[in-house]
């Protein structure tokens, strides 16, 4: 159990607080699919965002006023005085966009290679969990600035509350602390905006206490069966990890330095208004495809239910997809779908962003109606009447051949073992 | 036996009592947590506002702030009070005769909140659209409002509400 240590300093400390033994676990002897192709890099690169998120969000509180008639002026102030404001702002700003860029990429990945499918339920539903604490931080962090999109978007959301039978309008201005969004509203939004990322540290680590119970799932979607499959974490996983990680750096710092403002609205920098609303409002970038999905019922709680159904729908995934087969590549049909639900989402983040109304409310009714189809539909029909293609019997074997020799490198050879 | 099933029983309800009373402590003691987050006492302070509505001539609206939202006043003209006597109350999806909307007419007084998610529709300047019915439109979701405030299209599910108000003289008007 207990690893050897070299350093007598390190054995000292080892058994009175065994943390260098769980390291050597966790990290060198956790076993790991060999396998693993570039779409596991957005785990990894997911809690480096959060890390980034963390640091730059605790620097930009030691300078930001949660007061209405401050908290403008002192975003601004941020942006012109304060030493390197204006680098920590435009990094906390658009790493909330590449958050959920490499999380909504993560969680495609997972879709696609059926990393939800037993035993790894509860990893997959703690990572929705993440999901929606993620979309509750973002929204309440976009409020902090009072733009006119701040304060219009919190007005838009926190009034879906109100869609609730009877209680509702109590709930909105239980949530507002007064009779429209204001200084209390601000207050408490900065309050929780602070607090929800370390409750979403304590999910993560839930999230990679069930991910380690048993280990990372891999493109064949096959389990390991020897040792032949496995190579440790550490340095093979951490190194290629950090390679994707200089990528992702590079990105972001391009968007960071040459176009900060690419994923925000000029309107949010115009003070808010709570007389005016802005004649188009649309909410962040990644909030886009549940907006249109809100949009497109003509029916306030209809669309309400619907957009959170949404997300419900994910939750109940692992049990609506019954396939035995995890990963799409040995699922033709899947496939095809699959990919038609990527363009799905992409077609809802478009219409999100604009105005509804014309054909842009007929194609995201569309759009929202193929989503929902897609998950309580075609994916429970697939795993009765699809025929899936035949499974490897190992990791190893397609690239080392099922005893048989020289059998090829590429993929083909999958098709002729056993 | 029947003895020791006895103390069992006894110590069952001691178990279930602590529990409940337990149960009962954590409850009261989270209320306040709950509640801090409702209107405070000074939020509730500012809860009336008194306007002159003769300076608003007819056709003309105006806009005033009320408990931290718009309220609009506009004078209506006598063909758009027609209007929203016209419509039968069975084509309402929130039905409302035009009477109950205002205690004098040509005075409509409504809450300028749209009662979908909350923006403020258009249709206070004359430059603005007024959606289909000659009301207010609002702009984020595509709600219609006709001349009396009372919605006819869109996802917006109530009229616009009609705060509570009263005429402190011939022309003043005490909203709240």
Known sequence: MAAKFENSIVRWIDHRLPIFTFMHHELHEYPTPKNLNYWWNFGSLAGIAL???????????????????????????????VNYGWLIRYIHMNGASFFFI?????????????????????????????????????????????????????????????AIPVVGESIVTWLWGGFAVDN?????????????????????????????????????????????????????????????????????????????????????????????????????????????????????????????GSIAVLFILPWLD??????????????????????????????????????????SRFATAYYFIHFLLVLPLLSIFETPRQLPKSISEPVLGGGAGLAGAATAPRENDR | MADTHQGETRRDFLYIATAAVGAVGAASAVWPFVDQMNPAADVLALASIEFDTATV?????????????????????PDE????????????????????????????????????????????????????YGGWFCPCHGSHYDTAGRIRKGPAPKNLVVPDYQYVSDTVVRIG
């Open chain 2, 81 to 132: 009070i027609e209007k929203a006597r016209a419509v039968p109350l069975a084509d309402l999806p929130d039905p409302a005769a035009d009477a109950t909307r205002a205690l004098k007419p040509e005075q409509l007084i409504v809450v300028g909140v749209c009662t979908h998610l909350g923006c403020v529709p258009l249709g206070q300047k004359p430059s603005d659209p007024r959606g289909d």
């Open chain 1, 322 to 363: 019954r396939s035995p087969v995890r990963s799409g590549q040995f699922r033709p049909i899947f496939k095809i779908f699959f990919w038609i639900l990527v363009v799905d989402v992409v077609a809802l983040t478009y219409f999100g962003g604009k105005p509804a109304e014309g054909w842009y409310v007929i194609g």
């Open chain 1, 184 to 308: 209390p509203t601000l207050n408490r939004f900065f309050s929780l905006h602070y607090l929800l990322p370390f409750v979403i540290i304590g999910v993560v680590v839930l999230h990679l206490v069930a991910l380690h119970r048993f280990g990372s799932n891999n493109p064949l979607g096959v389990d390991i069966k020897s040792a032949k499959d496995q190579i440790p974490f550490h340095p093979y996983y951490t190194v290629k990890d950090a390679f994707g990680l200089g990528v992702f750096l590079i990105v972001f710092s391009a968007v960071v330095f040459f176009a900060p403002n690419f994923f925000g609205e000029p309107d949010n920098y115009i003070p808010a208004n709570p007389l005016v609303t802005p004649a188009h409002i649309v909410p962040e970038w990644y909030f886009l495809p549940f907006y249109a999905i809100l949009r497109s019922i003509p029916d306030k709680l209809g669309g309400v239910l619907f957009m959170f």
């Open chain 2, 57 to 77: 001539t007819e056709g003309m609206a105006v806009t005033v702030k009320w408990r931290g939202k718009p309220v609009f006043v506009r004078h209506r003209t």
């Open chain 1, 51 to 81: 890390v980034i998120m963390l640091i730059s969000g605790i620097t930009l509180a030691m300078h930001y006023t949660p007061h209405v008639d401050y908290a403008f002026d002192s975003v601004e102030r941020i942006m012109r005085d």
């Open chain 1, 102 to 162: 490499v999380v909504y990429i993560h969680i495609f990945r997972g879709l696609y290679f059926g990393s939800y499918k037993a035993p790894r339920e509860l990893l997959w539903m703690l990572g929705v969990v993440i999901m929606l604490l993620m979309m509750a931080t973002a929204f309440m962090g976009y409020v902090l600035p009072w733009g006119q999109m701040s304060f219009w978007g919190a007005t838009v959301i926190t009034n879906l509350f109100s």
